[in-house]
C-alpha cells in the first residue's frame, strides 16, 4: 500500500517537476541553492502528500506545496538577493529570437522579479505561469480581489525598481 | 505592463531548458533526510576519536613519567587500547546504519533503520559516560590507597604542601574534577547527538504518519 503511494507520488512529480524547477530558478541564486530547495520541495511535497485528496488538479496543489515552502525557506534564512548577483545568472534567451536590446530588457525585468518580496514573487510566478486570477488566488490563499490588488502593486513595484 | 508580458512569453517557451530529475532520483531524495542524520552522527563519531586520540598527543611529559612512576603505566595502556577498541566498533556500527539507510529503498526498511541508529548512539552514550565513570571511580580508589607514593611522585613535600590530609583533600578534588568532566561529557553528547536523535524521532514520526 505504502510502496503504491511512493511510486505513485514519484511519478507525479517527475512528471511535474517542471513547476518546483521554475520555484527554485526563481527563489535561488546558485545551483547549488537550487538544489537544495528541489530537495527541500520534493521533501514536503511527500509529507504533505498524504493530505492530498485530489480535490484540485495535483499540479495546482503542487504550486500551494512548493510555492509556501520556498516562502517559508526564504524567509528563515532570509536570502536577500544582491543586486550584483544578477549577473550571475544565466538567464537563457535564445539569440536567433531576440536582438540585444530585447534581451537585456528581459534580463532586467528578471532581476526586477526577483527583487521583489517573497510573497509579490510568487504572484508574478504564478501570472508567468499564466495562471488567471482565480487560480492565484485559491493557490495563494487570498480572496480574488486582493489577488488583483496585490498584482497591481506588484506591477507598480516592478516599474519603480526599472524606472527608480 | 508590456516588458512582463514579454517576459512571461520567454518563460513559457523556456520549459525545455529546465533540468530534469529522473524517477529514482527523486526516491532518493525522499530517503535522504534521515540519511545525512545518520552521516552526521557517524562523521562526528570520528571527529570525537580523533580528538581522544590527539588528547594523548598533547598530553604533558611530566603526567606520563608520574603515571610509570605510579605503576598505572601498563594499566592505562590496556584501557585505552580496550576503549578504542570499542570506539572502533561502534564507528563500524554507525558507519553500517548510514551506508543501510543510504540504500534502503522503502520506508519500513528506513523506519527499522532510524530504529537502530538511535539504538546505537544510546548505547554509545551509555558505554562512554559508563566507562568514564568506572574509570574514574577505578584511578581515585588507586590512588587514595596509594596516597603516600603519590605524594612522593608529585614532589608536594618540596613545595612545601604538608602530607596530613593530603589523601583526603586530594580525593575530595578529584570526584569534584570527577563530576565537572562527567557533566561536561553529558552535555555535549546532550547537545551533539540529543539535537541530531531528536531530528530522527522527527523523521521517524513523519514515516510512521505516512504509514498508517
Redesign the interface.
Known sequence: MNKKLEHRFVKLLETNQNIVHKICRLYTNDKDAHDDLFQEITIQLWRAFPKFRGDSKFSTWMYRVSLNTAITLYRKSKRQIDTQDFESISFKIKSEEYDDTTEQQLKLMYDAVKKLNDIDKALVFLYLEDKSYREISGTLGISEVNARVKMNRAKDKLRKILNP | ?D??D???E??????H???????DK??K??L??SSSIVKWIFVISIIELLFWISLYFILPEDNINMMKELGLERVMYYCEIFHFFIFGIFIILFYKNYKSIQVTD???VLMQNILNTRKTVRYFVYYNVGMTIAFSIAIDTYLYNNSEKLYEVMGLAKQGIPKEGFANIFIISQIIVGFIIIALLILFYWLVYGILLKKLKGNYR?LK???S
Do not use: H, R
Open positions: 505592463m516588458k512582463l514579454k517576459l512571461k520567454n518563460w513559457q517557451s523556456e520549459e531548458e529546465l533540468p530534469k530529475v529522473s524517477f527523486i526516491y531524495i525522499l535522504k533526510k522503502s520506508t519500513n513523519e504518519k505516512i504509514n
